[in-house]
């Protein structure tokens, strides 16, 4: 089975960037109530080949990465999906 993270509501301020190099899922206890914020001065998730990972119901915001449209994820290959809280 697939590591599974349930985060209490709340504001979590990222004081670095959350590498994924295995497979796991960050799942909010309760949909759309905790927020990963990358404060506007990182890059709120790096995903790592031979890594994948689910976000179910999480809110993600504040990622940065010079020269780009402030993307919050990076996958290499794009293993990352995300899950609406309301599906299956």
Known sequence: SIP????APGDYLLSETLTIDHNVT???EVPGMAILDGGAAMRVFNVTTG???GLVGLKITGGFVEGSNAND??????????WHP???
Request: glycine letters at 4%.
């Open 4 to 7: 599974r993270i349930v985060l």
């Open 26 to 28: 960050i799942e909010a």
């Open 51 to 53: 890594g994948a990972l």
């Open 73 to 82: 994820v990076r996958s290499s290959p794009l293993l990352a999906q995300l």
């Open 86 to 88: 309301s599906l299956p």
